[in-house]
């Protein structure tokens, strides 16, 4: 290190010498130069950034330290201040802003792209930026805002990325360097600890692989690494013994029906799997299990079984770190927030971790694990981004989660990311990754996801409304465009094109060898072939037009449909007698709301029906109707069952004469059609040619070749410009509303600048009509919940409260704002405005109002951190409408409903939240 001063001096301030791949990083980043820094969970890649942190403070520059979620920068904060001071520090977040001017700053990846877009003076000075947890860039619908920050930095600007292992880090390295100049790409593969991968059988722990020790040490399974055959023999005896059950439940009629009644494996309790790994001298450990009601669950079984793993110092030492974190909660909420069952289990050694708990409550979590006093975690697999909580052993409950949406397999990337945490650097010799055997389970299968390294790192770039208007207050139109042009995703899709292009190219020169191949001596054989081809052309079209018009009828049958008919669904899932209570005519075409004779409320496609439909009956369908809320379902089911329980099946739907004689027409047509062509083809020469028939297959494969190269050709069509042209859609509608006019962002287009909620233009277009401009603070609060909420399961919410008067008919007046500028997005092939969600309208305004916590969280279906989180999301959007509404009363209006929501738990906000 002898030609790298500040590395030498850095590196004394570990006692542990640094690593190959951080030697190699942090020479780069002393040489000026960007990094990309691809590593395994817990291999030490943040030394990176503390390096470029280093640098800064050595040579009076700034750094920011930026990361996804408040939680990681407080972490982050708290060392760094540890190691630096308080006043070379400095934190902001949307809860925090401490020392803004510091010369190193760390914030979430929010905050520098809102400086960016605002030219803050902050920014003055700026020498390097550390991206932790880079790789985040891939999240739906957060992800933009890396490749935004790493775009628009200026380019004296040090951008050091630190990313969880990928597959295509190369890739992202290339892209890098095309947006950032000089920036090197390092990879390091090898964990620092060995990771041991193991199946928990009953109350026993077998290896995953049959070399598991020789795997472990070289730091990765390979793919296609041999399954110890002992978890193959437990995988056979227990599919046998299920299958032999299942046989003479069948046959016997013994068991409970005719459900698998096999011998099954004995399944630890939860308190079982900890037992066992104390046992085995595993802990500490973090036990996944994808449900907040299940970590829970998990620590109250724990304690029922009085399950104990501390010592009475120890115990101690806990309960006077917790009491001294919740001093400031009034005893009232501490009760409402099981306060009590959350420190008997601390100071027992166990404790959940998920996000519907309190920041201060995952504050104490984290601090006492750390500390080594917290033994185990039951977590959802939020903890596993970022925050540094490294254990001896990751235990996966199961190999499945809910995404949201649906129950899903873990995918490799994401096993890799959550076992990744086994294995603490300087305390643990070994790691421990422990999956639980669920019935039914193939070993080969958990072992594809430890030894698959195919997990490529995706843009999930887009414009959005907010970024356009910024954009083109800053560089104008066009040089925008060109902007966007070099995003990650932009990049990707042109590597896409690449392959797609060859193979055009092969396509192209394939045609010319078919097309010599089917010359004949007699005439132009492909003119021939066209008319052959013409032929199967017209037939097959005929049959469309048919289809076509059955369609158009079924339509027709659907746009005439009223609230309150009864209706038979002709086939589907849903099929059977529904009432329709959403004609559902704003789209593009009819996709009708209704509750079925089974109880459910779905929106009907027209996959749904094959033949028209006719309203039956009709009957009453209250005005606030509300398919989320299954006492109103259940009351319509029984009125639907009551008016159709006597009806006599319809008879089949026939079309109506009138179309009947139109498609005898049609046919006429076409019949005369296919005669002059196939009398064309009898005259020409080479109809009589005797080898017609093999010319007649080389010219088939032409014309399908050359379907599949205008195929192609579109799709390298569609894969270039993919960005600019989205850009240039959302422009349009910008210039439609008025907000953009060229090159210059209007007066209108001001308010949209400053709100930064994935609902911008909403509340942009509220602000500009006045909307809110009626409303008090408590009733803006209501409001504005329904662009910052969104229901986890919208299909399982009850029907929320609703506050009435004014609140009621401004969230209706918002309903119908979106509900325009949805049908302006379509219009323009966008999608990205969602409906507000009323959900949480009553909590916001019983809140902001000083209700009690107990109260409000009484009225609703959410845990208290979920509680704290929207409010803080609310909380910044008023903010935002506040700043974005300038020289208006509404200002005023908005900060002050800040500052009521800002009280109690929503205002205890620290360093470790």
């Given at each position: 290190?002898?030609?790298?001063?500040?590395?030498?001096?850095?590196?004394?301030?570990?006692?542990?010498?640094?690593?190959?791949?951080?030697?190699?990083?942090?020479?780069?980043?002393?040489?000026?130069?960007?990094?990309?820094?691809?590593?395994?969970?817990?291999?030490?890649?943040?030394?990176?950034?503390?390096?470029?942190?280093?640098?800064?403070?050595?040579?009076?520059?700034?750094?920011?330290?930026?990361?996804?979620?408040?939680?990681?920068?407080?972490?982050?904060?708290?060392?760094?201040?540890?190691?630096?001071?308080?006043?070379?520090?400095?934190?902001?977040?949307?809860?925090?802003?401490?020392?803004?001017?510091?010369?190193?700053?760390?914030?979430?990846?929010?905050?520098?792209?809102?400086?960016?877009?605002?030219?803050?003076?902050?920014?003055?000075?700026?020498?390097?930026?550390?991206?932790?947890?880079?790789?985040?860039?891939?999240?739906?619908?957060?992800?933009?805002?890396?490749?935004?920050?790493?775009?628009?930095?200026?380019?004296?600007?040090?951008?050091?990325?630190?990313?969880?292992?990928?597959?295509?880090?190369?890739?992202?390295?290339?892209?890098?360097?095309?947006?950032?100049?000089?920036?090197?790409?390092?990879?390091?593969?090898?964990?620092?600890?060995?990771?041991?991968?193991?199946?928990?059988?009953?109350?026993?722990?077998?290896?995953?692989?049959?070399?598991?020790?020789?795997?472990?040490?070289?730091?990765?399974?390979?793919?296609?690494?041999?399954?110890?055959?002992?978890?193959?023999?437990?995988?056979?005896?227990?599919?046998?013994?299920?299958?032999?059950?299942?046989?003479?439940?069948?046959?016997?009629?013994?068991?409970?029906?005719?459900?698998?009644?096999?011998?099954?494996?004995?399944?630890?309790?939860?308190?079982?799997?900890?037992?066992?790994?104390?046992?085995?001298?595993?802990?500490?450990?973090?036990?996944?299990?994808?449900?907040?009601?299940?970590?829970?669950?998990?620590?109250?079984?724990?304690?029922?079984?009085?399950?104990?793993?501390?010592?009475?110092?120890?115990?101690?030492?806990?309960?006077?770190?917790?009491?001294?974190?919740?001093?400031?909660?009034?005893?009232?909420?501490?009760?409402?927030?099981?306060?009590?069952?959350?420190?008997?289990?601390?100071?027992?050694?166990?404790?959940?971790?998920?996000?519907?708990?309190?920041?201060?409550?995952?504050?104490?979590?984290?601090?006492?694990?750390?500390?080594?006093?917290?033994?185990?975690?039951?977590?959802?697999?939020?903890?596993?981004?970022?925050?540094?909580?490294?254990?001896?052993?990751?235990?996966?409950?199961?190999?499945?989660?809910?995404?949201?949406?649906?129950?899903?397999?873990?995918?490799?990337?994401?096993?890799?990311?959550?076992?990744?945490?086994?294995?603490?650097?300087?305390?643990?010799?070994?790691?421990?990754?422990?999956?639980?055997?669920?019935?039914?389970?193939?070993?080969?299968?958990?072992?594809?996801?430890?030894?698959?390294?195919?997990?490529?790192?995706?843009?999930?770039?887009?414009?959005?409304?907010?970024?356009?208007?910024?954009?083109?207050?800053?560089?104008?139109?066009?040089?925008?465009?060109?902007?966007?042009?070099?995003?990650?995703?932009?990049?990707?899709?042109?590597?896409?094109?690449?392959?797609?292009?060859?193979?055009?190219?092969?396509?192209?020169?394939?045609?010319?060898?078919?097309?010599?191949?089917?010359?004949?001596?007699?005439?132009?054989?492909?003119?021939?072939?066209?008319?052959?081809?013409?032929?199967?052309?017209?037939?097959?079209?005929?049959?469309?037009?048919?289809?076509?018009?059955?369609?158009?009828?079924?339509?027709?049958?659907?746009?005439?449909?009223?609230?309150?008919?009864?209706?038979?669904?002709?086939?589907?899932?849903?099929?059977?007698?529904?009432?329709?209570?959403?004609?559902?005519?704003?789209?593009?075409?009819?996709?009708?709301?209704?509750?079925?004779?089974?109880?459910?409320?779905?929106?009907?496609?027209?996959?749904?029906?094959?033949?028209?439909?006719?309203?039956?009956?009709?009957?009453?369908?209250?005005?606030?109707?509300?398919?989320?809320?299954?006492?109103?379902?259940?009351?319509?089911?029984?009125?639907?069952?009551?008016?159709?329980?006597?009806?006599?099946?319809?008879?089949?739907?026939?079309?109506?004469?009138?179309?009947?004689?139109?498609?005898?027409?049609?046919?006429?047509?076409?019949?005369?059609?296919?005669?002059?062509?196939?009398?064309?083809?009898?005259?020409?020469?080479?109809?009589?040619?005797?080898?017609?028939?093999?010319?007649?297959?080389?010219?088939?494969?032409?014309?399908?070749?050359?379907?599949?190269?205008?195929?192609?050709?579109?799709?390298?069509?569609?894969?270039?410009?993919?960005?600019?042209?989205?850009?240039?859609?959302?422009?349009?509608?910008?210039?439609?509303?008025?907000?953009?006019?060229?090159?210059?962002?209007?007066?209108?287009?001001?308010?949209?600048?400053?709100?930064?909620?994935?609902?911008?233009?909403?509340?942009?277009?509220?602000?500009?009509?006045?909307?809110?401009?009626?409303?008090?603070?408590?009733?803006?609060?209501?409001?504005?919940?329904?662009?910052?909420?969104?229901?986890?399961?919208?299909?399982?919410?009850?029907?929320?409260?609703?506050?009435?008067?004014?609140?009621?008919?401004?969230?209706?007046?918002?309903?119908?704002?979106?509900?325009?500028?949805?049908?302006?997005?379509?219009?323009?092939?966008?999608?990205?405005?969602?409906?507000?969600?009323?959900?949480?309208?009553?909590?916001?305004?019983?809140?902001?109002?000083?209700?009690?916590?107990?109260?409000?969280?009484?009225?609703?279906?959410?845990?208290?951190?979920?509680?704290?989180?929207?409010?803080?999301?609310?909380?910044?959007?008023?903010?935002?409408?506040?700043?974005?509404?300038?020289?208006?009363?509404?200002?005023?209006?908005?900060?002050?409903?800040?500052?009521?929501?800002?009280?109690?738990v929503v205002s205890y906000s620290s360093v470790a939240e």
């Open positions: 290190m002898t030609d790298h001063p500040s590395l030498r001096e850095f590196s004394t301030l570990y006692d542990f010498p640094l690593d190959d791949f951080q030697v190699r990083a942090c020479r780069e980043v002393e040489e000026g130069k960007g990094v990309l820094v691809a590593a395994p969970t817990g291999s030490g890649k943040t030394i990176v950034g503390e390096f470029a942190v280093h640098l800064a403070v050595q040579s009076g520059r700034k750094c920011f330290y930026t990361t996804p979620i408040k939680a990681l920068s407080n972490q982050k904060y708290a060392d760094l201040v540890r190691r630096y001071g308080a006043d070379k520090v400095g934190l902001l977040t949307g809860d925090n802003t401490i020392n803004g001017e510091a010369p190193v700053v760390v914030m979430t990846t929010e905050v520098l792209r809102n400086m960016l877009y605002a030219g803050s003076r902050t920014l003055t000075g700026l020498g390097f930026v550390v991206m932790d947890e880079v790789h985040y860039l891939a999240d739906r619908s957060r992800g933009a805002v890396w490749e935004e920050v790493i775009i628009h930095l200026p380019e004296s600007v040090a951008v050091i990325s630190l990313s969880a292992t990928v597959s295509n880090a190369e890739e992202f390295g290339e892209w890098l360097a095309t947006v950032r100049g000089e920036v090197t790409t390092i990879v390091e593969e090898k964990r620092p600890v060995p990771l041991f991968q193991h199946v928990m059988v009953g109350k026993q722990l077998h290896d995953l692989f049959a070399d598991e020790e020789e795997l472990a040490q070289a730091g990765f399974a390979q793919e296609g690494a041999k399954v110890n055959p002992h978890l193959l023999r437990v995988a056979r005896d227990d599919w046998a013994a299920t299958r032999f059950k299942d046989r003479r439940d069948k046959k016997g009629n013994r068991g409970r029906g005719s459900r698998p009644q096999g011998r099954r494996l004995y399944q630890p309790t939860r308190f079982d799997v900890v037992s066992r790994l104390d046992a085995e001298g595993l802990l500490p450990a973090i036990v996944f299990i994808f449900s907040r009601v299940g970590c829970d669950a998990a620590v109250q079984q724990c304690l029922d079984a009085n399950l104990r793993l501390t010592t009475p110092e120890e115990r101690d030492e806990i309960y006077a770190f917790v009491e001294e974190q919740c001093r400031d909660l009034p005893d009232d909420d501490l009760e409402v927030l099981g306060y009590h069952e959350f420190l008997d289990g601390l100071t027992r050694g166990v404790a959940a971790h998920h996000a519907g708990m309190l920041p201060r409550f995952k504050q104490c979590v984290e601090e006492l694990y750390l500390r080594g006093l917290c033994r185990v975690v039951f977590a959802t697999e939020t903890l596993a981004l970022g925050i540094n909580m490294p254990a001896r052993t990751v235990v996966l409950e199961k190999l499945s989660k809910w995404n949201g949406e649906a129950h899903v397999d873990l995918t490799p990337g994401e096993y890799t990311q959550l076992t990744g945490r086994a294995g603490r650097r300087g305390l643990d010799v070994e790691g421990h990754g422990v999956v639980l055997w669920q019935q039914g389970m193939n070993p080969g299968e958990v072992a594809g996801l430890a030894s698959t390294r195919t997990y490529p790192l995706r843009s999930s770039f887009r414009p959005s409304y907010n970024m356009a208007v910024n954009l083109v207050h800053q560089f104008g139109r066009e040089r925008s465009r060109q902007l966007l042009e070099s995003s990650f995703a932009q990049f990707q899709a042109d590597k896409a094109v690449v392959g797609l292009a060859r193979k055009l190219r092969k396509s192209e020169d394939a045609l010319a060898g078919y097309a010599d191949a089917a010359q004949c001596d007699r005439g132009d054989f492909m003119e021939y072939a066209a008319l052959r081809r013409k032929v199967s052309d017209v037939e097959k079209g005929a049959a469309k037009a048919r289809r076509r018009d059955e369609r158009d009828d079924v339509i027709n049958s659907l746009v005439r449909l009223k609230v309150g008919d009864v209706i038979l669904v002709p086939n589907g899932k849903f099929a059977g007698y529904a009432v329709v209570t959403d004609p559902g005519l704003s789209h593009d075409e009819p996709r009708p709301s209704v509750v079925t004779a089974g109880g459910q409320s779905r929106r009907l496609a027209m996959i749904d029906f094959t033949t028209p439909v006719e309203a039956l009956d009709k009957v009453r369908v209250p005005r606030n109707f509300n398919g989320r809320n299954p006492q109103m379902r259940r009351d319509l089911t029984s009125t639907l069952r009551h008016r159709t329980h006597k009806f006599a099946p319809p008879p089949p739907s026939r079309r109506s004469s009138r179309s009947s004689r139109a498609d005898a027409t049609a046919l006429s047509g076409v019949e005369a059609e296919v005669a002059a062509l196939r009398q064309r083809m009898r005259e020409h020469p080479c109809h009589d040619c005797p080898d017609r028939e093999d010319h007649a297959r080389w010219g088939e494969r032409w014309f399908k070749l050359q379907q599949e190269a205008t195929t192609l050709k579109r799709r390298v069509e569609s894969r270039t410009n993919t960005i600019a042209r989205q850009f240039d859609r959302v422009c349009d509608v910008l210039t439609a509303m008025e907000y953009l006019d060229g090159d210059s962002v209007t007066e209108r287009g001001v308010h949209l600048q400053r709100i930064y909620s994935d609902m911008d233009l909403v509340a942009a277009e509220a602000i500009r009509t006045g909307l809110w401009n009626e409303l008090d603070a408590s009733e803006l609060a209501a409001v504005l919940s329904a662009l910052a909420f969104e229901a986890r399961r919208p299909d399982d919410a009850r029907s929320p409260k609703m506050p009435s008067g004014r609140i009621r008919d401004s969230l209706r007046d918002l309903v119908h704002l979106w509900s325009d500028l949805d049908e302006l997005e379509r219009s323009n092939k966008l999608d990205f405005l969602r409906e507000p969600d009323i959900g949480f309208a009553w909590a916001a305004y019983r809140w902001a109002e000083g209700d009690a916590l107990d109260d409000v969280l009484g009225g609703i279906d959410l845990a208290a951190g979920d509680f704290v989180r929207v409010m803080k999301q609310l909380l910044d959007l008023a903010v935002q409408v506040g700043h974005a509404s300038a020289g208006t009363p509404l200002r005023a209006v908005a900060l002050e409903a800040a500052d009521r929501l800002r009280r109690g």
